[in-house]
């Protein structure tokens, strides 16, 4: 099915034609009988020995990213003389929206915890238990809402309302993002301040096809010219995915389906795969934009655990448009040549 769909696809492009947006493929996993599987995973064993056969042996070598978004707004430490010189009309949605007023730090003071009778049919060690942990989380969610709400005012009062101001009129990303929903994967490992500069979906696995509308989006509507998957180091939905998903609930077992990997594949490959899959998935969808020249797919890996060599926290470009040839991505990075795909070679 894939590979008839690029070859379709290839067809389609040779013939100058565009594809019609709607008629694009759905996003699908891909095939490990297809030579574009066995080109995934070449790549793979060109980074970690893997337990899938393939062709191989060249060192683990990737290129790195020189391209990391620069932030596009302006500082947090705008001047607040420069709250006159934008139109004061952005402040007014704001506050003609009192609910839009960031609450303050104070946090209420904590109603007083009825004492909690123990049950007949627990034991008294139970009951302590229970106490115990329900204590446990009631610490960490006070805590934890408390520290929200505190970093919140910290953050407003060193933008100041100009800063905020700039960002009412409408969204104006330059990229569409998609990471896992792992909460060690942050944007502010690689940018600045991601704000109105990165429109950023998250899913486990950071995957297309849970997220097809709001990648969509992201493309169709507000026009990125850049899509990025980024994977990352140990991704526990990558493990999972390799292994017995059947004792997970249903509804993770159905995002977990979509992750297309070998079972028991090592998760540094198993990632690796993943990314490759999710922009081939992404470059069927989006043939008419990339057809076009309008759109730059890209894979990387987020490598806190120093996987690839590159340094922990790098983030490493594994997939520009399709091609995974660490030497070949590393000279179209530096040639800032994005916008060519393989089948265009
Ligand atoms: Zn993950």
Do not use: W
């Not at 996003?27 to 970690?48: C, H, Y």
């Not at 922009?279 to 934009?289: D, H, N, P």
Request: charged residues 15%; positive net charge; hydrophobic residues 40%.
């Amino acid at each position: 099915m894939r590979l008839f769909a690029r070859t379709l696809l290839s067809a389609v492009l040779a013939a100058g034609l565009s594809l019609p947006s709607g008629a694009a493929p759905l996003a699908r996993p891909i095939d490990p009988s297809s030579p574009l599987a066995t080109q995934a995973a070449s790549t793979v064993m060109q980074v970690r020995p893997a337990p899938v056969p393939a062709s191989g042996g060249a060192e683990r070598s990737h290129a790195q990213s020189s391209a990391a978004p620069a932030a596009a707004v302006a500082p947090h430490t705008a001047a607040p003389a420069q709250a006159s010189a934008p139109t004061p009309a952005p402040r007014e949605p704001v506050l003609l929206k009192p609910t839009a007023i960031p609450p303050r730090a104070k946090p209420r003071p904590a109603p007083v915890r009825p004492a909690r009778p123990v049950a007949s049919r627990h034991t008294h060690e139970a009951g302590a238990h229970a106490d115990a942990a329900h204590g446990s989380e009631l610490a960490q969610v006070r805590a934890a809402v408390s520290a929200l709400l505190s970093a919140n005012v910290r953050i407003t009062e060193t933008r100041g309302p100009a800063y905020y101001g700039r960002l009412v009129p409408r969204q104006t990303p330059r990229a569409t993002v998609v990471t896992c929903a792992d909460s060690r994967v942050q944007t502010n490992g690689f940018h600045a301040d991601p704000t109105n500069d990165l429109f950023v979906v998250r899913n486990i696995g950071n995957q297309l096809a849970t997220a097809e509308g709001s990648v969509e989006y992201g493309v169709r509507h507000l026009h990125t010219p850049l899509l990025l998957f980024i994977g990352h180091s140990v991704c526990g939905a990558v493990t999972a995915a390799a292994g017995d998903t059947a004792r997970l609930e249903p509804a993770i077992q159905r995002e977990l389906a979509t992750i297309d990997i070998p079972r028991g594949i090592d998760v540094t490959d198993g990632v690796l795969l993943n990314v490759n899959n999710q922009v081939e998935s992404a470059i069927l969808k989006f043939s008419g934009e990339v057809e076009a020249g309008r759109l730059a797919i890209l894979g990387a890996y987020y490598d806190f655990r120093n996987d690839l060599g590159q340094g922990a926290g790098r983030l490493v470009i594994t997939n520009l448009n399709g091609e995974t040839d660490p030497a070949r991505i590393r000279s179209r990075l530096a040639a800032g040549d994005l916008l060519r795909y393989g089948f265009m070679r």
